[in-house]
């Protein structure tokens, strides 16, 4: 089970947001480039970076930033970014720029065909954020709701070829409340690829439940407000599921 800390980039701060609600952030930081290289010192496997302004805009705005990030990082470092990337340009762009994993969230719902051709023309490089409040689909920032159930976009999405399904509960993300682990867990059984889970990641305890169910195929979760806010210190959290793993080998 790797443990994801999350970088959200708002204004070229650190940030993080209740419920995906742009006029409800929290600046954790002045420094992206500096918040990635302290994950990469604490042992992290993998970074979660989202352009929030992109997101919101349905283009890139803090490609700069990003762009920083990955250089800083020099390629030790696997990065999965997000927000705003609604054409193969783009993706092409940021590939080139050194990111690993491009996550296509709104453009993945509303323009299947899109996501259909970046999944044959950067295979591999492909994942699907899949948003939902009550096992529906939601898009552009999470303020629409949709009328497309869950489960049967990710298998879709699975068939075009799509590496992973990143998955958040939008009523928990940044409330610190616990991830929805019923939610969670359905779509990964429904699926071949993995599900990384996403949204309310609290607590060890949390941890714990995920790992106990990393065989169903939740094979990540991304934290952010809790690693920074301190009620999960990412260390221990990636330590203890290391030692779930080890235990179940």
């Avoid at 590939?95 to 491009?102: T, W």
């Avoid at 993995?194 to 094979?219: F, K, N, Q, R």
Wanted: with cysteine.
């Amino acid at each position: 089970m790797l443990i994801i800390p999350a970088i959200d980039i708002k204004d070229g701060h650190c940030v993080r947001l209740k419920q995906g609600d742009m006029n409800d952030a929290t600046v954790f930081s002045e420094d992206p480039v500096g918040m990635a290289r302290h994950w990469q010192a604490q042992g992290a496997r993998r970074l979660h970076v989202v352009d929030l302004n992109g997101a919101a805009a349905g283009k890139p705005k803090n490609e700069g930033a990003i762009g920083e990030i990955v250089r800083a990082l020099g390629g030790s470092l696997p990065v999965q970014l997000g927000g705003g990337i609604r054409d193969l340009d783009t993706i092409e762009r940021y590939l080139d720029l050194g990111v690993d994993y491009i996550i296509i969230g709104t453009a993945a719902v509303k323009n299947p065909g899109f996501l259909q051709d970046a999944c044959t023309a950067f295979t591999g490089h492909i994942i699907v954020a899949l948003d939902a409040k009550n096992g529906k689909a939601a898009v552009e920032g999470w303020s629409k709701l949709t009328r497309h159930d869950v489960i049967d976009l990710g298998k879709k999405f699975q068939d075009y070829g799509v590496e992973a399904i990143v998955y958040t509960d939008i009523g928990r993300d940044g409330m610190l409340s616990g991830i929805n682990m019923d939610a969670t867990r359905k779509l990964a059984r429904e699926l071949r690829i993995p599900v990384i889970a996403s949204g309310g990641l609290t607590s060890l305890a949390d941890v714990e439940a995920l790992c106990a169910v990393e065989s169903e195929g939740i094979t990540a979760v991304i934290t952010g407000r809790a690693i920074y806010q301190g009620t999960l210190e990412f260390k221990q959290a990636q330590a203890l599921a290391d030692k779930w793993a080890k235990k179940e080998d």
